[in-house]
């Protein structure tokens, strides 16, 4: 699904990632814990293709990511990846489902076909009665659940996971990371998740550990 080989980044003098390597298969809920500093994040955005290494190889369902041109990298990401973050990044001018069609209808997707797509993900996340809110008459736990459902509209065989409890509070951490376990089950999607929340890490399949630019 997802091979990392030989991966170094550095920015400057500082060497952020040293010769990591990792293999995750479909399906698996993978969480990356570490201290600040560590390169989990740089990992992430590596492996998920917004950002390039310095060295090594990286491959997602037997694609070589090095190897594509700029365009192709950017039809394979919108495609094949979903993104959630800490800050969820939703527009503020647009409605819930607006915003969660965003990526369908950037993908060419008939507006009719993505708007039902995007308010039956909702619908999934408990938000029927939201889909015409603006993200400030949501509250931050229903703000990330549109984030995630915005993710997955696309059918992604993998999303990455950035601190996405970050800003929520126990429960509401709790309830999104469950909900990632909801949805590998249903759609046999794999998850890879940086977190500082060992608690919530632990809850994986696997809880991969880094230091100074090393999985230890």
């Not at 040293?18 to 479909?26: A, G, Q, R, T």
């Not at 201290?35 to 190889?57: F, N, Y």
């Not at 696309?154 to 429960?171: I, Q």
């Not at 977190?195 to 630019?213: F, I, P, Q, Y």
Request: hydrophobic residues 40%; contains cysteine; glycine residues 6%.
């Amino acid at each position: 699904m997802i091979s990392v080989k030989n991966i170094s980044k550095k920015y400057g003098s500082l060497e952020v990632l040293k010769d990591v390597s990792l293999e995750i298969k479909k399906g698996e809920i993978v969480s990356i814990v570490g201290s600040s500093g560590a390169g989990k994040s740089t990992l992430l955005q590596i492996m998920g293709t917004l950002t390039k290494s310095d060295t090594g190889i990286l491959e997602i369902n037997s694609k070589k990511i090095n190897s594509l041109t700029s365009s192709e990298l950017a039809v394979f990401r919108n495609n094949e990846i979903g993104f959630v973050f800490q800050a969820h990044h939703l527009l503020p001018e647009f409605t819930a489902l607006e915003n969660v069609c965003l990526p369908s209808w950037i993908k060419g997707t008939p507006k009719k076909e993505a708007l039902k797509k995007g308010a039956e993900l909702l619908t999934i996340f408990g938000l029927s009665e939201r889909l015409n809110h603006k993200p400030m008459e949501l509250s931050g736990g229903e703000q990330q659940r549109v984030a995630v459902a915005r993710a997955l509209i696309n059918n992604p065989s993998v999303v990455f996971a950035d601190e996405p409890s970050g800003n929520l509070d126990t429960n509401a951490a709790k309830s999104l990371h469950d909900l990632f376990f909801k949805l590998r089950n249903e759609f046999e999607q794999t998850f890879v998740i940086v977190t500082h929340n060992r608690e919530l890490a632990k809850m994986s399949d696997r809880m991969l550990e880094m230091k100074d630019g090393v999985l230890i």
